[in-house]
């Protein structure tokens, strides 16, 4: 079984940053694409950014210009740079790992870690 470990959600000032971590570990063959998704109060689960086993990246368009991700596909981690952050990004933010565990394909997600920008 594959399991997923968020870290790094924490208060801080609209303006600031904020790095979140991820780690996906047990019984992974091969990971494909790593993501992250947040719900804010109220709303859907919506993805934020994801990053394939290749380097491609996708972001959400409110995101864009101000959060990076990137990820070590040896250590199966991936982090979400957010800089810039708004009130509006408060949210809890789960980490996603898509890929080929030992005997089938997995689709893996973490408990979440909370964001909230607030002055």
């Known amino acids: 079984q594959v399991y997923v470990a968020e870290s790094g959600g924490d208060l801080v000032q609209p303006g600031g940053s904020l790095r979140l971590s991820c780690a996906a570990s047990?019984?992974?063959?091969?990971?494909?694409?790593m993501a992250w998704y947040r719900r804010a109060p109220g709303n859907q689960r919506e993805l934020v950014a994801a990053?394939?086993?290749?380097?491609?990246?996708n972001y959400a368009d409110l995101v864009k210009g101000r959060f990076t991700i990137s990820r070590d596909s040896a250590k199966n981690t991936v982090s979400l740079q957010m800089n810039s952050l708004k009130p509006e990004d408060t949210a809890v933010y789960y980490c996603?790992?898509?890929?080929?565990?030992?005997?089938?394909?997995?689709?893996?997600w973490g408990q979440g870690t909370q964001v909230t920008v607030s002055s």
């Open positions: 996603n790992a898509k890929g080929r565990g030992v005997l089938r394909n997995f689709d893996a």
């Open positions: 047990g019984g992974i063959f091969n990971m494909y694409t």
């Open positions: 990053i394939t086993s290749g380097g491609d990246t």
